[in-house]
T-cell receptor, first 111, second 114 residues
Framework: QKEVEQNSGPLSVPEGAIASLNCTYS??????FFWYRQYSGKSPELIMF????GDKEDGRFTAQLNKASQYVSLLIRDSQPSDSATYLCAVSIGGYQKVTFGIGTKLQVIP | DTGVSQNPRHKITKRGQNVTFRCDPISEHNRLYWYRQTLGQGPEFLTYFQNEAQLEKSRLLSDRFSAERPKGSFSTLEIQRTEQGDSAMYLCASILEQAAYGYTFGSGTRLTVV
């Protein structure tokens, strides 16, 4: 079982819709959870982080964490073509801040 | 210094040659990480430094790989006797030890071994 699992996609959504990206993790000791956006040929860019169960909102982005189910999700409201990218889910276990990444989900927003 | 800087951006080398990459972290960040990313995969952890001390190395980091961070400032990653399987994007990230947020990545160095 991979430590961080994501569906590689592509996930296609029409412009203006809500994109829902999901991630599961295997280590119950995981403490910190991140979503990175990566455009083709570029390096990952941090867009959200969450530590506590529940929802965290930042603009059009909402991160959701359910530690009991070992599940993290990212919702993107009013999706734009510029949101088309690969979204990497990442998990950190403890004090060393070492982060384990999933393979990423490719999102395509169709105009 | 507004971000993590990596050089070179691209490197093409012949199999068997040695290559060295450099990472300059954000100046106040005392932790520095190296990751490798191949096409269609997420970044994979290679090694990390706290100040000048290398505290963890992945099993991915074979004997041909070595990393240093002299004086706790910039870091170098050297690959000796490169193989085609070393072709990847090499990413550097830095963060403050006490930080609660995620890494800041550099632009990466894309290595192509021919």
């Amino acid at each position: 079982q991979k430590e961080v699992e994501q569906n590689s996609g592509p996930l296609s959504v029409p412009e203006g819709a809500i994109a829902s990206l999901n991630c599961t993790y295997s280590d119950r000791g995981s403490q910190s959870f991140f979503w990175y956006r990566q455009y083709s040929g570029k390096s990952p860019e941090l867009i959200m982080f969450i530590y506590s169960n529940g929802d965290k909102e930042d603009g059009r982005f909402t991160a959701q964490l359910n530690k009991a189910s070992q599940y993290v999700s990212l919702l993107i409201r009013d999706s734009q073509p510029s949101d088309s990218a690969t979204y990497l889910c990442a998990v950190s276990i403890g004090g060393y801040q070492k982060v384990t990444f999933g393979i990423g989900t490719k999102l395509q927003v169709i105009p | 210094d507004t971000g993590v800087s990596q050089n070179p951006r691209h490197k093409i080398t012949k199999r068997g040659q040695n290559v060295t990459f450099r990472c300059d972290p954000i100046s106040e960040h005392n932790r520095l990480y190296w990751y490798r990313q191949t096409l269609g995969q997420g970044p994979e952890f290679l090694t990390y430094f706290q100040n000048e001390a290398q505290l963890e190395k992945s099993r991915l980091l074979s004997d041909r790989f070595s990393a240093e961070r002299p004086k706790g400032s910039f870091s170098t990653l050297e690959i000796q006797r490169t193989e085609q399987g070393d072709s990847a994007m090499y990413l550097c990230a830095s963060i403050l030890e006490q930080a609660a947020y995620g890494y800041t990545f550099g632009s990466g160095t894309r290595l192509t071994v021919v």
